[in-house]
């Protein structure tokens, strides 16, 4: 004979403890890109990808295209430099899709970049 038979017929047998559902976590974590020739991220930097820089003309497309994917919170262009038209969009459309692109102005010595080639910090 099974306990259900032994309840009442308005009486339900449910599995304990009774917890109610949990909500699906909100995945706001997105990507980070850094467009870049001579510097890149830490090793231990998650969710992040380095992209060598393209020609200075295929920037501000490629920047469009990652804004657009809606899989990016943060764009890092190494010493950028955009015509104020493209500013101007490239903002737009930051604001619409909620990412921030940043400058990184590298210091050079001669041809090469002082430092360890290494952005850090809190991303």
Known sequence: MSMSANLPNNVFQFPLPLMPPTPEPKTTKGWSYLI??????????????????????????????????????????????????????????CQEFSVSVVNVGVCLRGNQPVGQNVVIGPW
């Not at 020609?55 to 501000?60: F, G, S």
């Open 36 to 93: 870049s020739d001579s510097v890149a991220f830490k090793k231990d930097v998650l969710n992040a990808i380095r992209i060598q820089k393209p020609t200075q003309e295929k920037i501000p497309l490629w920047i469009r295209k990652l804004i657009t994917s809606g899989q990016c919170t943060t764009i890092y262009v190494e010493d950028l430099s955009l015509p104020e038209q493209e500013q101007e969009s490239i903002r737009r459309l």
